[in-house]
């Protein structure tokens, strides 16, 4: 436990009221255990009273207006008025109801009264406390027209104590009001608190994701090429020794450096997405990948032997018009079909399509053969890609669609374009597009 929420729950237990640490339900009477404040503050008005009856009972004997039975009830009343004071936070409305014959026919028990009163504006709803306050009166004006008005200074006594009881119940509405006004703002906090976590951890699942896409995308691609590369050296070396030709030194080193190229690129690709999803500032690294990268996307896949034909029908001086992410997410659809065409159909021929114009949108589209009765694929996969290139062609206010048509797999993603010159080309250094 830190020193300040020590503090805190310090405070809270000695300087707040109950109300407060119940969440407004004390308001009602529901108050809980009393806080050291609400201890003091009970103390303190409980010897007010007591002090306050003391003095009026000791002047009692000077009213020889008043007749014996009054004078006899007098202290006894007003003392149990003072200990119904214990009682006023759990049962604000049955005290306030108990001591209205004790408002009628004493007057030792005016200061407890007036802590009743207090007690009835701060705890109970403002229309019923209207009412108990209208008892109180109603009970007290037989007295005030027997006895205060001709032996108790008249008008201005009773003047004063309508005023006095009036000022006491608005006082104590006043802080209810306060208190609960106290309540929402701490619940308006709470809420903030939660909101704020909320979105938090939905920033920080987002970035998770989109890190998934990029290194799914990245890493996929470049490795399926490695165990393409790597199967091809492996088959060829299996065949020389069960008599074919043997492999050349030469064939040997030229393999073995595709390989191993291959993989600085993967490794190279991975770092420059790391580097871009740490934030748009950060320095170094090449320009992301767009659709001007497309076709050194296929002539990879050709050298790694499959068969692609590229068409590419739009203007590429309004490329540049394309936004960074929409140019990635067309570079990674391209990727992504390549790719799976390489794990599920070895050796089908493969048409990449790219068009579209400024205000038009942007279609590509990735087809290839499924070959009946082909073997399955030998590279295994996470089957997340398709699903990471609906998620990007969705933020991107666009839309994916994939599946297979009379034996022919098909990916198309329809993305917009917006006017030339709306958005930044793939050169410039993006911040986390996802």
Known sequence: MSDTGAKERWEDRWLLPAELLAGGRAASGAGGRRTGRDWVVDILLFVTAAGLWLLLTVTLDE??????????????????????LWWRRRHPLAVALALVPVGAVTSSGFGALTVVILNLGLRVPWRTGLLVLG????????YLLLYSLPHEGGWTTVAFIVAYYLCMFSWGAGMRVRRQ??????????????????????????????????????????????????????????????????????????????IRDTAHQALEELREVLTVLRGPHTAGGRPQPGIGGIGELVAEAEQAGQRVRLSEEYDRDAADGLRGPVQRTAYRVVQEGLTNARKHAPGAAVTVRVAGAPGEGLTVEVRNDLPAGASPAQIPGAGAGLTGLEERAALDGGSLRHGTTDSVFELVALLPWGPAGQGRGPDAQQAPPH
């Open 63 to 84: 009213r020889d207006y008043l007749p014996g039975w009054i004078v006899a009830l007098d202290p006894p009343l007003g003392a149990v008025g003072c200990l119904a």
């Open 135 to 142: 008892l109180h009166f109603l009970a007290v004006v037989p």
């Open 181 to 258: 006004l106290v309540v929402r703002l701490r619940e308006d906090a709470a809420r903030e608190r939660a909101e704020h976590a909320r979105r938090l951890a939905d920033a920080r699942r987002g970035e998770r994701e989109a890190i998934a896409r990029e290194m799914h995308d990245v890493l996929a691609h470049r490795i399926s090429l490695l165990s393409v590369h790597a199967g091809a050296l492996a088959y060829r070396t299996d065949r020389s020794t069960g008599g074919a030709k043997p492999l050349t030194p030469a064939e040997i080193s030229a393999s073995a450096q595709i």
